[in-house]
């Protein structure tokens, strides 16, 4: 058994998690309670018809964003499904880039051209919130191979780990084993971390995936070090994830992980979630990751009291009312943009009907 | 070595060769084939710059399935010629997020026919990356391998996927029809920061030319006038450009000459090439190895008809291969596809 996975065994003894500083725990705390509330302004905006297509509330899986992106470096690559606001707020972004984007404003992190399911954010390594299921599964096998040749043929990087997103869902597509064959033929350092919620769309695992009780069975086929989490507890998150960022970075090799969480809203905004009992969205929420993480700062760490907690809920509220604003305030995309950032390299005669041009500088860049 | 840019801030402003630069001469004696221009293109950049490598099915070790990269793995080594598994979704995706990160893949497809496989990283990722992300992520990209029929191989290995692909926004296509321009054109396509469809023919990898030893960069977008006529505008690409001139040759006896236009991209598309032609020869035959509905010849004669109607003395003619799945028997398969007889037979009709 490799030390990750004995880790993963977890040891109630000594836990990793409880060498990290008070000041770490509470920075989880506000990145989860901000996706949280941020996912509760998305849902009114939404509802408001202020923001159009496709989207998915991230709200319940906190623990997982959060969790495994503070295991990482911020030179990382992460690479992620259409469920990505959570996660592009525990990269860095800001919510402003976030929310003016579903909001379809020159002022998203994609200039308004993504939409909700495709956060993009390069200074904070980001590439990209995927629509298609499983899409992302390969090109995270590429961000690792990229890594690792930058590091082992151009020399000039430095070891690197890749994370890969996917939902249950798309652990059933065939990219998804061809990425994990590649990435672990080539030995690549990318981890795919499998965010188990239980459902696709209104499919429950065990009607959509085979043997479901054992996913680990699949990274297992390839060689490819497996783990199973418990994605609902943060610090759990931490104790078994970093050990194994750790190997994979070390050993540039890939890991699979079957990260059990839940989602509390419906899939997408327009779900009447017929295929659930509320006693069971219930029965979760009584686990909620940001009530544990609050109570362990507030018993065992004595970090944080009520007065802290309600000062820090506070303030998040208030930046993501900030970022609500600013998107409502924000300039629609210039009608120019239409025919920008199609081509890198724009020349005449590419299209009968259209005029490609370079666009304006990303926000983000 | 050029800079190593993995991370440029911007897409703006990349580097691109010197196109003011006069390409070298295509007469000489320096005759080789057209899969060796191939690999002379790609080693060069590879060469020059350490993000490029090649992925594909036998590329290494066999040294290709069709020999194009003979000799490659001795000299660069298995981290950049990589043999990869018959898994065109896995490696093309791979390639994508390899290319968003910053490297050059260059992908082979043994034949294009089995990209269909890796129809979402190719199309639906590729082209609209840059778009998508709002001008963030970028796909440097080319993919190459053969394209079209001519080999009995029957239905499923014979694909002209020009038709069905060039469709997409986002994406180039460039498609040599001879090994001076492969070795041009690959260099541009390698050079170029946008994906880069590079279709070549198994049928023609055997062809020889002379080509210069040089490093030199074909511009995207500038057909070539390969024959010079006044009677009659043929315009083609890829392998079909050498039915043309056959077809042009024998008409020639008849007193019949043709511009032959050899368009070398199909997107860009040289229309104002095209334009310049049919405005002195009033009369024009597209030849396109594609099938014919919502294809190439389709959007070539739409253009002219756009730009040029009032000139054309009668409506414009396309020969397409035939609009039904390939067949393997040796004289259907050339009745199949546009062949000298069909060409020579299409240009009488707009004389008529
Ligand atoms: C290739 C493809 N097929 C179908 C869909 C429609 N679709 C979007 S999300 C989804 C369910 C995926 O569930 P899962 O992977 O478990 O992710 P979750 O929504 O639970 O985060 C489906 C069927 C799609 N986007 N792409
Ligand atoms: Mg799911």
């Known amino acids: 058994m490799t030390k990750a996975a004995t880790a993963a065994q977890g040891n109630s003894k000594s836990r990793l998690s409880d060498k990290l500083p008070d000041a770490k725990l509470l920075e989880w705390l506000r990145s989860m309670q901000l996706i949280r509330e941020f996912e509760t302004r998305t849902m009114q905006a939404y509802q408001q018809a202020k923001i159009g297509g496709f989207c998915h509330i991230y709200s319940g899986q906190e623990a997982c964003a959060v969790g495994t992106i503070g295991c990482v470096e911020h030179d990382d690559p992460v690479v992620l499904a259409y469920r990505d606001h959570g996660h592009a707020l525990a990269r860095g972004m800001d919510p402003k880039a976030c929310m003016a984007e579903m909001y379809g404003k020159a002022a998203g992190c994609a200039k308004g051209k993504g939409g909700s399911m495709h956060m993009f954010d390069k200074p904070n390594w980001l590439f990209g919130g995927h629509g298609i299921v499983g899409a992302q599964t390969p090109l995270g096998t590429g961000l690792a191979f990229a890594a690792r040749y930058e590091w082992e043929v151009i020399g000039s990087g430095k070891k690197k780990v890749a994370l890969c997103y996917l939902g249950d869902g798309a652990i059933d597509q065939g990219a998804f084993f061809e990425a994990m064959n590649l990435a672990a033929l080539y030995s690549l350092p990318v981890i795919y971390i499998i965010e188990n919620n239980g459902y696709s769309m209104g499919t429950a695992i065990h009607r959509h995936s085979a043997n479901s009780d054992n996913l680990l069975a699949r990274g297992e086929a390839f060689g490819i070090t497996s783990v199973k989490i418990d994605g609902l507890d943060i610090l759990n998150v931490y104790d078994q994830f970093k050990p194994l960022v750790d190997e994979c970075r070390d050993m540039q090799r890939p890991a699979f992980v079957d990260f059990k969480t839940y989602r509390y809203q419906g899939h997408s905004m327009s779900d009447p979630q017929k295929y659930r009992t509320k006693d069971e969205v219930d029965q979760y929420k009584q686990k909620d990751s940001i009530a544990n993480l609050l109570d362990h700062c507030m018993s065992v760490r004595n970090c944080i009291d009520e007065d802290g907690w309600k000062e820090m809920r506070t303030e998040i509220a208030e930046i993501v009312r900030e970022a609500v604003q600013f998107s409502e305030n924000a300039a629609d995309p210039d009608p120019s943009e239409l025919f920008t950032d199609v081509y890198a390299n724009p020349q005449p005669n590419l299209s009968p009907t259209a005029t490609y041009a370079h666009g304006k500088k990303n926000p983000l860049l | ?352």
């Open chain 2, 1 to 352: 070595m050029t800079t190593l840019d993995l991370h440029p801030a911007t897409i703006e402003n990349v580097p691109q060769p010197d196109f003011s630069k006069p390409l070298p001469p295509r007469e000489g004696d320096r005759i080789i084939q057209f899969r060796e221009a191939l690999k002379e293109a790609m080693s060069h950049e590879m060469r020059q710059d350490e993000r490029v490598f090649l992925i594909g099915e036998e590329v290494a070790q066999y040294s290709g399935a069709y020999k194009v990269s003979q000799g490659m793995l001795e000299e660069f080594g298995p981290k950049r010629i990589i043999d990869s598994p018959i898994s065109e979704n896995g490696f093309a995706g791979m390639c994508t997020g390899a290319a968003m990160y910053g490297l050059r893949p260059i992908v082979e497809f043994m034949s294009w026919s089995f990209s269909l496989v890796a129809a979402d990283p190719i199309l639906n990722n590729v082209p609209k990356m840059l778009y998508m992300s709002g001008g963030q992520w970028g796909c440097p990209i080319v993919f190459r391998g053969n394209d079209g029929a001519g080999g009995q191989l029957g239905s499923t290995h014979s694909w002209c996927v020009e038709g069905l692909f060039a469709n997409v926004p986002g994406m180039k296509m460039a498609i040599p029809s001879n090994p001076y321009d492969a070795k041009g054109l690959l260099a541009t396509a390698i050079a170029d920061p946008d994906p880069v469809f590079f279709l070549e023919s198994e049928r023609m990898l055997g062809d020889k030319a002379h080509v210069p030893e040089e490093q030199y960069y074909i511009p995207f977008g500038q057909a070539r006038l390969a024959r010079e006529g006044d009677a009659v505008t043929l315009v083609s690409f890829g392998r079909p450009v050498n039915f043309c001139l056959e077809a042009a040759e024998k008409l020639a006896e008849e007193g019949i000459e043709c511009d032959v236009l050899d368009m070398r991209t199909i997107r860009p598309l040289d229309i104002d090439s095209i334009i310049a032609s049919v405005k002195k020869t009033n009369r024009v035959v597209v030849v396109d190895q594609s099938w014919p509905f919502a294809g190439i010849s389709s959007e070539v004669i739409t253009q002219i008809c756009e730009h040029c109607f009032d000139w054309l003395d009668h409506q414009p003619v396309r020969v397409n291969t035939e609009d039904v799945p390939t067949p393997y028997a040796k004289g259907l398969e050339y009745a199949y596809l546009p062949n000298p007889e069909r060409i020579a037979a299409a240009v009488k009709n707009v004389l008529a």
